[in-house]
């Protein structure tokens, strides 16, 4: 019999990865959507969104597990991102609970490990306090930064590197491709047992992590550039940034100053011992070639 996931953030960057993994592992995908979608073969499309119960109802019956990865990263105020993680959180667990599901897989951040930091980071602690006290059988996993083919958050620093100079904030970081954490989160769907109630931040397996500046270096050389020039941003001129960002492209901006606040943070590395266990997961992509692969496709598609 086939089994059934039902997916918030499927029309997403990593929630497209995973529902498109999930498909090949045999799932057939239940998944939300607030626009029209074309027909894929193992999945239906549910018209809805994380503020409409009845349409995360129908998305939740009849399914073996849920995994909830949409979200939001840029919106103007803390209350927004209150309703936009937080609350949706809440609204897709009591569908879950309402459908008797007792499976859940919830995609946090890091961030949430830092709730004073920024307003994100204090809606993704409160989101994942919701599944904690939810009574289901859940795993939370918090992903570093995730880069890969379609995304869109990375991409400047792509741009930059291609261009020989890039700026990069103080202190540490981990990375993960996204078809690493796609295969992770059909994993843990599969897999109902040994992840119950753990919080696991995953990452492409590099000890230590790695520095913003050796981050851009790796980028540059995918981009085929063998020099670049880093320029180190201070935690004052970021969150300048984030101001001016936020005055020039307005709804389109990168740099707001609540991510400002989250990027001039010293450690975005994975905890160690916080990965999943070798017999569960593992990265298998290098990552300079997972970089590649993402330059292959932004050109492919014309963005870089």
């Keep these: 019999m086939t089994r059934v996931l039902a997916m918030t953030g499927a029309t997403g960057f990593v929630g497209g990865a995973t529902m498109r993994d ?8 239940r998944a939300l959507t607030r626009r029209l979608q074309p027909e894929r073969e193992g999945v239906t499309w549910i018209m809805g969104a994380l503020d409409d119960r009845a349409s995360l109802t129908e998305m939740a ?9 949409a979200g939001v990263v840029n919106v ?3 209350a927004a991102f209150e309703v936009g993680n937080a609350t949706a959180t809440a609204n897709v667990v009591e569908a879950a609970r309402g459908a008797g599901i007792t499976r859940f897989v919830h995609v946090s951040s890091l961030a949430a490990r830092e709730p004073n930091l920024s307003n994100y980071g204090w809606s993704k602690e409160r989101a994942e306090a919701v599944v904690m006290a939810s009574g289901l059988d859940w795993t939370i996993v918090r992903p570093p930064a995730v880069f890969g083919p379609g995304d869109t958050e990375m991409l400047d620093l792509f741009r930059m590197a291609r261009r020989g100079i890039a700026l990069v904030p103080s202190g540490r970081m981990s990375a993960i491709y996204v078809d690493e954490l796609a295969r992770l989160l059909v994993t843990l769907a599969t897999d109902r047992e040994a992840s119950i109630g753990r919080i696991y931040e995953p990452d492409d397996g590099k000890p230590t992590g790695w520095s913003h500046r050796s981050f851009a270096r790796a980028v540059a050389r995918a981009v085929g550039r063998q020099r670049l020039s880093t320029v180190a941003t201070p935690a004052l001129l970021l969150k300048a940034g984030g101001q001016l960002d936020k005055l020039v492209r307005r709804s389109r901006a990168k740099l707001t100053p609540d991510r400002a606040r989250y990027i001039a943070h010293p450690d975005w590395v994975a905890t160690e011992g916080a990965c999943p266990p070798a017999d569960l997961w593992r990265p298998e992509q290098d990552t300079d070639d997972a970089l590649a692969e993402t ?4 050109r492919r598609e014309g963005w870089l």
């Design 22 to 29: 999930a498909v090949a592992a045999g799932w057939h995908v």
């Design 61 to 69: 019956a009849d399914a073996d597990v849920v995994m909830h990865i």
């Design 76 to 78: 103007p105020t803390r």
């Design 295 to 298: 330059v292959r496709w932004y």
